[in-house]
């Protein structure tokens, strides 16, 4: 993932949030928002000649270096490629390049009501850890004013 995918990562990211299944955050970050956010290592872009199909990207959990292995990952798919493999060949490939560097522990908080999100990582091998009850409070979309679940998933590397 390179600055020239920024606008086709932000829109796969804004079309993810107007589901209201996807992420607490009303709106995506700016480019320098997301890039400062996510590792350099461990992103990646499915593209169909220039346009990007969906992205994959980890964050640390933790600045505190027992947790240096440990990292969450997000991975959206747009609209037009939903259903066609985009979301697995992603994870798919984050997970190599986790496991090739050095990285032992990938987690995820997914909605309850993101049944697609849940289906992709049980079949990628990730295990749920719980259920964090009313975890906060979504602003948008078809749940917004309710106190929302995040299933916490992970696959140990």
């Known amino acids: 993932m390179r600055e020239e995918h920024a606008p086709g990562v932000l829109d796969a990211y804004a079309a993810g949030i107007a589901t209201g299944v996807a992420t607490f955050q009303a709106q995506p970050p700016t480019w320098q928002e997301f890039d400062a956010g996510h590792l350099a290592d461990h992103r990646y872009v499915a593209l169909d000649g220039d346009d990007v199909l969906g992205w994959v990207a980890v964050s640390p959990v933790s600045g505190r270096c027992v947790y240096a292995g440990v990292v969450e990952h997000s991975v959206y798919v747009a609209p037009a490629a939903r259903g066609r493999g985009v979301?697995?060949?992603?994870?798919?490939?984050?997970?190599?390049?986790?496991?090739?560097?050095?990285?032992?522990?990938?987690?995820?908080?997914?909605?309850?009501?993101?049944?697609?999100?849940?289906?992709?990582?049980?079949?990628?091998?990730?295990?749920?850890?719980?259920?964090?009850?009313?975890?906060?409070?979504?602003?948008?979309?078809p749940h917004a004013g309710r106190w929302l679940d995040v299933v916490l998933l992970e696959k140990r590397l």
């Open 87 to 141: 979301g697995r060949l992603l994870l798919d490939r984050l997970l190599d390049s986790a496991r090739d560097g050095g990285l032992w522990t990938v987690q995820a908080g997914v909605f309850p009501q993101n049944a697609a999100s849940l289906a992709l990582h049980a079949a990628a091998g990730f295990r749920t850890v719980g259920t964090r009850e009313r975890l906060g409070l979504m602003t948008h979309g």
